[in-house]
């Protein structure tokens, strides 16, 4: 056998080992969870109303009387800060005769219905039933805003519509004590889009969820960066990172660190990666990194891709701490251990860095399984007072968005994936067990949610 596929092979078994599962098997699911009207029927009754999710981030509710509102499938729920430093969550629907109460997002005194001027406060007490003596025993103490859980973890808010949840973060481990050292709850918005595209919810994640796509996808990046990663499991949750095989970045991958740095010396090489990144993406590294990387040139001569970037690393450090900004003190031993991105069951992912993150959520559109909106967040650290006023853009098409090209390369790709899901001509979609795990691992919890058994019917 040929020495390259002798690799392969081997680097697949170490992978495979060094995430605790090396007799994973190959991985099919069925299309039908992707294109069928019951499955997402199925979704809407037993996975949404019962897992934590994320509204927005917490620097959008910073006065007394800030509100926005969430939508899943058919529920509507706003967020408020009823008071400084809490938040509640109700549903947003009239207890008179079912009307919306709130739009959107904005700073109030109280949640008002346009329809017959009923009204309630912060705490969703009703303070105003009008014609309130018509009632023989409805009172105003009787119809309260039915409340939602809320809670926060890592500068995000979310919500669980279940009232007997589990707390959030027994939900959410162990991604919390993984993540700790990105200090994700310091970052903050440098832009926050919506976006509604053809295809079903988890058309898209999947595109967020591995990196497998992006020599073929995103081709530009090919030549700088080296994407083989492995996935590993933590419950409902996932995250892929690097392998002890995955080249240094900035080394083209089919080539030696030696051959590399002949071909595009290790300064120019992470120079142009990082300038690639800013343009196509505008975000997982924050203004400050980006800059930085500019200047790489200043460097000596003759070192290593590993060094070229620890040596960027540790400038962004240093400018952090006399800025004063915390962020950026993540060490590579703990980024190593964080991984790449992590998949927060079920709906949310996000790419963390030294000093910045580009974060995920994908939304069914109502009940229909070929229409969804992917929400996306820049994140990055800023010193005080230099944070950017962000405003929430929201579009019907990819096309016309300002979302960075590198996404815009996702968005083409997955409606035709999504529109191949209904071809005749396929019945089963193929994962790669080593690099798209985290899409399988996430149809095994779904199934247990929507189906109480999660292996039989994931695999044919
Ligand atoms: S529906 Fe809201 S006041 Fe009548
Ligand atoms: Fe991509």
Redo the contacts with the bound molecule.
């Keep these: 056998m040929d020495e390259k596929v002798n690799f392969r092979i081997a680097r697949r078994k170490r992978a495979l080992e060094l995430c605790g599962d090396p007799k994973r098997p190959d991985q099919v699911i069925s299309k039908e969870a992707y294109i069928s009207p019951e499955f997402a029927k199925l979704e809407a009754e037993k996975l949404w109303p019962k897992v934590w999710q994320i509204v927005c981030r917490l620097e959008e509710l910073p006065n007394v009387g800030d509100f926005t509102e969430y939508t899943i499938v058919h529920d509507s729920i706003i967020v408020t800060r009823n008071a400084p430093g809490t938040l509640k969550a109700y549903f947003n629907v009239?207890q008179?005769?079912?009307?919306k109460l709130v739009e959107g997002s904005g700073n109030t005194h109280h949640f008002f219905?346009v329809?017959?001027?009923?009204r309630w406060n912060l705490e969703g007490q009703c303070t105003r039933m009008?014609d309130e003596e018509d009632w023989e025993s409805v009172r105003k103490e009787n119809v309260p805003l039915p409340e939602v859980k809320v809670d926060t973890w890592g500068g995000w808010v979310f919500i669980n519509m279940d009232p007997n949840a589990e707390p959030l973060l027994d939900y959410l481990a162990p991604v919390p004590e993984y993540l700790a050292p990105y200090e994700l709850d310091r970052m903050r918005m440098t832009w926050h889009k919506s976006i509604r595209a053809d295809c079903n919810w988890k058309t898209m994640l999947d595109a967020f969820d591995e990196q497998y796509h992006v020599p073929t996808v995103h081709h530009e990046a090919a030549p700088y960066t080296d994407v083989y990663a492995v996935s590993y499991k933590h419950g409902k949750h996932s995250h892929f990172g690097i392998t002890p095989d995955t080249k240094p970045v900035g080394v083209k991958p089919h080539l030696t660190e030696e051959e590399s740095a002949a071909e595009r010396e290790p300064r120019r090489s992470i120079m142009e990666l990082m300038e690639l990144l800013q343009g196509g993406l505008m975000a997982m590294w924050s203004p400050r990194m980006y800059e930085e990387a500019k200047h790489l040139k200043d460097l000596p001569e003759g070192m290593s891709h590993n060094e070229v970037y620890a040596a960027l690393v540790e400038r962004v450090k240093k400018r952090a701490a006399k800025e004063g900004t915390g962020g950026a003190t993540i060490t590579f031993e703990q980024m190593a251990r964080a991984g790449s991105l992590w998949h927060v069951f079920p709906n949310h992912s996000f790419l963390p860095t030294n000093d910045g993150a580009i974060a995920y959520r994908f939304r069914p559109n109502r009940d229909d399984p070929h229409s969804m909106v992917v929400d996306l967040w820049g994140l990055a650290h800023f010193p005080a007072g230099q944070e950017p006023k962000v405003k929430h853009e929201h579009w019907d098409r990819w096309e016309e968005s300002t979302a960075p090209w590198l996404l815009k390369q996702d968005y083409s790709n997955v409606e035709l994936v999504h529109a191949g899901m209904r071809s005749r001509g396929i019945s089963d979609l193929l994962v790669d067990r080593v690099q798209e795990g985290n899409i399988y691992n996430y149809h095994q919890t779904l199934r247990q949610y929507l189906y109480g058994d999660e292996d039989k019917k994931v695999r044919k």
Excluded: E, M
């Design positions: 009239c008179h005769r079912a009307r219905c329809n017959h001027g009923w009008v």
